[in-house]
């Protein structure tokens, strides 16, 4: 079945240093690609996203880009705020069958960013 | 706006014991999803309605879990009994009903954190 794997965290960086969070996944057709962080003791909010190869998804200084030939949305952000801190979850969305638009994550990274 | 709605946000139980999570979504929003997080692990999917109807529960254990939408608005998800594999986080999620576009995004509640003992 479809999945997700994204590196192993913890990831601790200090102010300004430039963040990348691989993510590679597992599907059968074309499914829909996401970012979603969760901040402490808060829910998930969707970063970004891309619906199609060599989309570029953007938010908040964050990108990534649907690479089909390495099947890979890895997570970039130039210059990390200690507001940044947070989980970082990939997923995808397929788009076939009954569990069309059903989400499936990978287990997450921890990000922790130093002043 | 109001948010997604979760309540309770933490509880305690004893194995064994019976324990309900209440889910009230974004005003709306025809679908609503119930996923399970367990620690260190992404956020899994229990089950999905379509207004009142379960239209994946595929990954549901029911044996154990039930999950109800009497008005196609709020939903209750029922763990009875609990065992200790059950401590996670209980997410639900809403988003606006099937368009020619797809599914579109899902707005997540801050959870409840269940811890059996």
């Known amino acids: 079945g479809d999945s997700v794997t994204q590196m192993e965290g913890p990831v601790t960086l200090s102010e300004e240093a430039f963040l990348t969070i691989n993510c590679t996944y597992t599907?059968?057709?074309?499914?829909?690609l996401f970012w979603y962080v969760q901040y402490p003791g808060e829910g998930l909010q969707l970063l970004l996203k891309?619906?199609?190869?060599?989309d570029k998804g953007s938010n908040k200084g964050f990108e990534a880009t649907y690479r089909k030939e390495t099947t890979s949305f890895h997570l970039e952000k130039g210059s990390v705020q200690v507001s940044d801190s947070a989980v970082y979850f990939c997923?995808?969305?397929?788009?076939?069958?009954?569990?069309?638009?059903?989400?499936?994550f990978g287990k997450g990274t921890k990000l922790s960013v130093k002043p | 706006e109001a948010g997604v709605v979760q309540s309770p946000r933490y509880k305690i139980i004893e194995k064994k014991q019976p324990v309900a999570f209440w889910c009230n979504p974004i005003s709306g929003h025809n679908t609503l999803y119930w996923y399970r997080q367990n620690l260190g692990q992404g956020p899994e999917l229990l089950i999905r309605y379509e207004n009142e109807e379960a239209v994946d529960d595929s990954q549901l254990p029911k044996d154990r879990f039930s999950a109800e939408r009497l008005k196609g608005v709020d939903s209750t998800l029922k763990i009875q009994p609990a065992e200790l594999g059950d401590s996670a986080v209980y997410l639900c999620a809403s988003s606006l009903g099937l368009g020619l576009s797809g599914r579109p995004e899902q707005y997540f509640g801050p959870g409840t954190r269940l811890t059996v003992t």
């Open positions: 891309a619906t199609k190869a060599d």
């Open positions: 997923a995808l969305k397929d788009g076939y069958g009954g569990s069309q638009g059903n989400l499936i």
């Open positions: 599907a059968t057709g074309y499914p829909s």
